[in-house]
Nanobody
Framework: QVQLVESGGGLVQAGGSLRLSCAAS????????MGWFRQSPGKEREFVAG????????TYADSVKGRFTISRDNAKKTLFLQMISLKPEDTAVYYC?????????????????WGQGTQVTVSS
């Protein structure tokens, strides 16, 4: 059983920063490729960033490249998303997700485990 718990969301002004965390309760966190997704009302869940088991192959959606950084600490079983220069269009519920694979993918259905989400709201 894998449990993922996100934290770090909140309300921030445009141009501000937030750091999201995702704590995993699993024996072998390093076996999982991890991803961040987001979903805003009326829209489909979209890929934000992904990272493989060793912290390599960081992959980003075009909309966040240069502003968001994904990282992980396998010893602490935690995934991070550092977000800077936030824009109102970044407002969404952010989810972390895990898949048993070495390959990062941007397809939500290929991630087996999901957290409950954390709300990020960016005001203009």
């Amino acid at each position: 059983q894998v449990q993922l718990v996100e934290s770090g969301g909140g309300l921030v002004q445009a141009g501000g920063s937030l750091r999201l965390s995702c704590a995993a309760s699993v024996r072998t966190f390093s076996s999982f490729t991890m991803g961040w997704f987001r979903q805003s009302p009326g829209k489909e869940r979209e890929f934000v960033a992904g990272i493989n088991w060793s912290g390599g192959s960081p992959t980003y959606a075009d909309s966040v490249k240069g502003r968001f950084t994904i990282s992980r600490d396998n010893a602490k079983k935690t995934l991070f998303l550092q977000m800077i220069s936030l824009k109102p269009e970044d407002t969404a519920v952010y989810y972390c997700a895990a898949r048993i694979s070495t390959i990062v993918t941007n397809t939500p259905n290929l991630y087996r485990y999901w957290g409950q989400g954390t709300q990020v709201t960016v005001s203009s």
